[in-house]
């Protein structure tokens, strides 16, 4: 079992920045890979980033590449997602995953989730 706990959400400016953050717990922080997903009012939850158990490669949306930045800390068990030049198109509910059955690779299926943080991006 994995549990994971997002914070840092919050109201920003457009052209702000915000940086989100999980913490997970329950399982070796290390051996499993983390992604973050989003889901705005009315839309289907979509991919925004992810990242390998190591830390060495990373996956990002196209809509968010070269804006955000994904990151994890092996110390603190806690994944994040540096968020700048925010657009009010990036207003959503913004949603950590864990994905424990793929060797610490992602796959895009992950089968852990958390709560959720709401991002606003006011115009």
């Known amino acids: 079992q994995v549990q994971l706990v997002e914070s840092g959400g919050g109201l920003v400016q457009t052209g702000g920045s915000l940086r989100v953050s999980c913490a997970a717990s329950?399982?070796?922080?290390?051996?499993?890979?983390m992604g973050w997903f989003r889901q705005a009012p009315g839309k289907e939850r979509e991919f925004v980033s992810a990242?390998?158990?190591?830390?060495?490669?990373?996956y990002y949306t196209d809509a968010v590449k070269g804006r955000f930045t994904i990151s994890r800390d092996t110390a603190k068990n806690t994944v994040y997602l540096q968020m700048n030049s925010l657009k009010p198109e990036d207003t959503a509910v913004y949603y950590c995953?864990?994905?424990?059955?793929?060797?610490?690779?992602?796959?895009?299926?992950?089968?852990?989730w958390g709560q959720g943080t709401q991002v606003t991006v006011s115009s």
């Open positions: 329950g399982r070796t922080f290390s051996s499993y890979a």
């Open positions: 995953a864990a994905d424990t059955r793929h060797l610490g690779g992602w796959s895009g299926q992950p089968d852990y």
């Open positions: 990242i390998n158990w190591s830390g060495t490669r990373s």
